[in-house]
């Protein structure tokens, strides 16, 4: 029996996500606080790295239940997202029915049903038989086709999906829905009327060393302050990638990796690779521009 998911306030959803180091403001607990009560998706937005996906796996931590995580790409469609039939085992129970004689009808009634069923991410959640419902996320929805968008309605507006072979699906209690886009592309009006909407921006300075005490305890406070003030500063820069959140945990890491206490021009430059993915962002970073952003760091 599936049971309904514990109710939070929206202080209780701070404190909760402050717990599981999500360091989260008041705007973004509201958000999911809404999306829990009122049992509705929630579709965060934001540059990669800021920490959509994470906002999915804390709250499935929170909430005490299962992640179910549906990746999107190019191409994406039923079979992958949803379900397929379990083709070879159909065809091998075909020849059984025959060689016993069954007549049609009931060979059809046999080979669609249930058992031969393979269950991709979207049917697992609706079908969930965990003690409470999942918590399903469907990432990087901006890398789908507009087809596959278009198949979400349902699912969105009332937590169903429909099969012609076996007929229509409805979730005992709905999963809680997160839905992450890099905004690579605009998702169309009609998802976004389905969901409630919060854009995830790049941190302060000061939310960003919160973020990394919190999720990099380890790390000395004066180079978690100075790492902070560094990424701060770089996003600035008229680069084709800003770094993350991601990405200055990464660097972080490394940094404390190669035994370093605080920022100096060595480590800085042989590590830029952990702050940014192109070879012309780590060219416009390299030698003189990384050690001004580093004068500005440590003396901030």
């Not at 989260?24 to 049992?39: D, E, I, M, N, P």
């Not at 031969?116 to 969930?128: C, D, G």
């Not at 990432?139 to 099969?163: G, H, N, P, T, V």
Request: glycine residues 4%; hydrophobic residues 45%.
């Amino acid at each position: 029996m599936v049971q309904d998911l514990p109710l939070f306030t929206i202080e209780e959803v701070e404190r909760e996500l402050q717990s599981h180091r999500y360091v989260a403001g008041r705007s973004l607990a509201t958000a999911v606080f809404l999306a829990l009560t009122l049992q509705k998706p929630l579709l965060l937005e934001g540059e990669a790295g800021v920490g959509k996906t994470e906002v999915a796996k804390v709250l499935a931590d929170i909430l005490d239940t299962r992640l179910i995580r549906l990746q999107c790409y190019e191409g994406i469609d039923v079979n992958n997202a949803v379900y397929e039939w379990a083709y070879a085992r159909q065809m091998l129970h075909i020849r059984l029915l025959e060689s016993a004689g069954a007549d049609r009808a009931a060979m059809e009634r046999e080979i669609f049903s249930p058992q031969f069923l393979v269950k991709r991410p979207l049917l697992q959640a609706i079908e969930s038989d965990g003690a409470r419902p999942p918590v399903l996320l469907i990432d990087e929805i901006d890398r789908s086709d507009d087809e596959f968008e278009a198949f979400l309605l349902e699912l969105l507006s009332d937590f169903q999906i429909s099969i012609p072979e076996i007929g229509t699906i409805k979730a005992t209690v709905p999963p809680v829905v997160i839905i992450t886009s890099n905004r690579t592309r605009e998702i169309h009006d009609a998802l976004k009327r389905r969901c409630l909407y919060f854009w995830i921006d790049y941190p302060s300075v000061d939310t960003e060393y919160a973020i990394v005490k919190a999720r990099v305890p380890e790390v000395p406070d004066k180079l978690a302050r100075q790492v902070s003030n560094f990424i701060g500063n770089t996003r600035r820069l008229d680069l084709y990638k800003l770094p993350g959140i991601a990405e200055t945990l990464d660097w972080t890491r490394c940094l404390l990796a190669l035994g370093e206490r605080e920022l100096e021009d060595g480590a800085v430059q042989a590590t830029l690779g952990s702050i940014v993915k192109y070879q012309e962002d780590l060219e416009r970073l390299r030698g003189e521009p990384a050690r001004e952003l580093l004068a500005r760091a440590v003396n901030a």
